[in-house]
């Protein structure tokens, strides 16, 4: 499995933007489909972003279309989510997830996960 670390939450006001960043650790990074998903106390993790291997497909939740940005440099073993006008809804903590499937839109297509970084929008 592959080792992930995200890194770059915080805290910002809302119409703000973050960026987030996941470093990759241990297998070939490029042979995983990565994604960001978020989860807030007493809800379920939910699907944020996702993108291939090859970064040629993305998916995004339609709560942050047109405002986040999935991207990832295979070079550095890293993946990032560009998150502008952020809104308070946005809170949540965000893990980064690798997943060695065919398939990379649920929760259950990911094996590896990271610790989560805590975003908090304030409003």
């Known amino acids: 499995q592959v080792q992930l670390v995200e890194s770059g939450g915080g805290l910002v006001q809302a119409g703000g933007s973050l960026r987030l960043s996941c470093a990759a650790s241990?297998?070939?990074?490029?042979?995983?489909?990565m994604g960001w998903f978020r989860q807030v106390p007493g809800k379920e993790r939910e699907f944020v972003a996702t993108?291939?291997?090859?970064?040629?497909?993305?998916y995004y939740a339609d709560s942050v279309k047109g405002r986040f940005t999935i991207a990832r440099d295979n070079a550095k073993n890293t993946v990032y989510l560009q998150m502008n006008s952020l809104k308070p809804e946005d809170t949540a903590v965000y893990y980064c997830?690798?997943?060695?499937?065919?398939?990379?839109?649920?929760?259950?297509?990911?094996?590896?996960w990271g610790q989560g970084t805590q975003v908090t929008v304030s409003s």
């Open positions: 993108i291939s291997r090859s970064a040629a497909s993305t």
């Open positions: 241990g297998r070939t990074f490029s042979t995983y489909n």
């Open positions: 997830a690798a997943g060695s499937g065919r398939y990379y839109i649920h929760l259950a297509h990911f094996e590896s």
